[in-house]
């Protein structure tokens, strides 16, 4: 499996490079890092824990940090074994000023085994780019922390926590036939700031609102619109719409990043996204 892309993180180049490199700080922005602790230069014993699809575990391995070279590159190298299987990968990181702020370049490629490996190619690539996601969410937070303008993911709008219905856009997704050409689009015509790039997935900052590019399908062609809402209350939600009549093709469900999320169908047979705003941490 191989992920690439690219994220603009605000701050210097050398202040990110200090972020990848406190063992301390990375600890509490990997997804489900329960420990990080030194094991010699460059060297850190893991614990991690998280799921793919329905399986779920501990794992216990190293992160090692490689060919650094300050504030500009470096690769990290991780594995893992634990019930669930195993797991080892190798990532590069690249960084370099952009618009006085840092563009991170990564590119890595990751091996799994054992029972985990049973869940398929495509959930597991689906967990890795969640990961990723949520890790770099954490470091732009971290980054930001001193910041009134904070942008946070959809998620975790403190604003949203009491809303009782979904009457929150929070999440615009725009299905593409082409990912380049697409975020060019965005980001160089329109001079919308570029949060994330992937093959899989990318998104943009527009206010409250999240604009992400997914790749059409058959069941999504080029061109077609997915509206995400949130509420504070997913499950109560649900049920006062099913009862006003509103037909949900999933009901809420646990996803790989933790949170529930549900499906409903519109009055023009849209699918829209219903997801559970989560108290923002701090």
Not at 134 to 152: D, H, M, R, W, Y
Not at 225 to 252: N, S, W
Request: contains cysteine; hydrophobic residues 40%; glycine residues 10%.
């Amino acid at each position: 499996m191989k992920l690439h892309g690219s994220i603009v993180l605000p701050g210097t180049p050398e202040q990110v490079w200090s972020l990848l490199t406190d063992s301390a700080r990375m600890a509490k922005l990997l997804p489900g890092c329960e420990r990080l602790e030194p094991d010699g230069p460059d060297r850190y014993k893991a614990a991690v824990k998280f799921a793919i699809a329905a399986i779920s575990g501990k794992y216990a391995g190293t992160l090692e940090y490689a060919e650094k070279k300050p504030p500009k590159s470096l690769r990290i190298r991780i594995n893992g074994k634990g019930v669930p299987g195993f797991m080892n990968g190798e990532g590069q990181l690249e960084l370099a000023v952009k618009n006085g702020q840092t563009e991170v370049r990564y590119s890595g490629e990751a091996h799994v085994g054992g029972l985990v490996a049973s869940v398929g190619q495509r959930m597991i690539e689906m967990a890795a780019r969640r990961i990723v996601r949520q890790f770099f969410e954490g470091a732009a937070k971290e980054l930001t922390s001193s910041v009134s303008a904070e942008i946070a993911p959809f998620e975790s709008h403190p604003h949203q926590k009491e809303a009782p219905m979904a009457t929150k856009i929070s999440y615009v997704i725009k299905f593409v036939s082409d990912m380049n050409r697409a975020v060019k689009f965005y980001r160089d015509t329109l001079g919308l700031p570029l949060k994330f790039e992937s093959p899989g997935w990318s998104e943009f900052v527009t206010g409250d609102v999240t604009l992400a590019l997914h790749p059409a399908s058959e069941k999504n062609p080029a061109g077609g619109v997915e509206l995400g809402f949130t509420t504070g209350d997913l499950r109560k939600t649900y049920e006062d719409l099913k009862a006003k009549g509103v037909q949900f093709p999933m009901a809420p469900t646990k996803q790989d990043f933790g949170g529930l999320l549900a499906q409903f169908v519109d009055s023009e047979g849209g699918h829209c996204s219903l997801g559970e705003v989560q108290a923002a941490a701090g």
